[in-house]
């Protein structure tokens, strides 16, 4: 089992930035890959980035490329999501997802999942 723990959500204004943590516990963190998803109210729950067990891959969603980055740290089982520039449309609950293996960009193929943390984008 892994557990997930997102932190770092709330209410910014468009253009503003957050940074949102997951912290994992439970099995050796840099055997997963880690991504970030998010879920508007009424709509299907989407994929906004991964990143491989090394950290040295990246893969993003293309309403959010150039505006968020992902990076980990496996020392401190911890993932990141840095958003800028955010635009009210980023606004949902966003979700860490921890996958064995490869990454891949469904959420279908994660196995763990935080609780999620709200963010909100005022306009």
């Known amino acids: 089992q892994v557990q997930l723990v997102e932190s770092g959500g709330g209410l910014v204004q468009a253009g503003g930035s957050l940074r949102l943590s997951c912290a994992a516990s439970?099995?050796?963190?840099?055997?997963?890959?880690m991504g970030w998803f998010r879920q508007a109210p009424g709509k299907e729950r989407e994929f906004v980035t991964a990143?491989?067990?090394?950290?040295?891959?990246?893969y993003y969603a293309d309403s959010v490329k150039g505006r968020f980055t992902i990076s980990r740290d496996n020392a401190k089982n911890t993932v990141y999501l840095q958003m800028n520039s955010l635009k009210p449309e980023d606004t949902a609950v966003y979700y860490c997802?921890?996958?064995?293996?490869?990454?891949?960009?469904?959420?279908?193929?994660?196995?763990?999942w935080g609780q999620g943390t709200q963010v909100t984008v005022s306009s």
């Open positions: 997802a921890a996958r064995l293996g490869y990454t891949d960009l469904s959420p279908y193929e994660y196995n763990y």
């Open positions: 439970g099995r050796t963190f840099s055997d997963y890959a």
């Open positions: 990143i491989t067990r090394s950290g040295e891959g990246t």
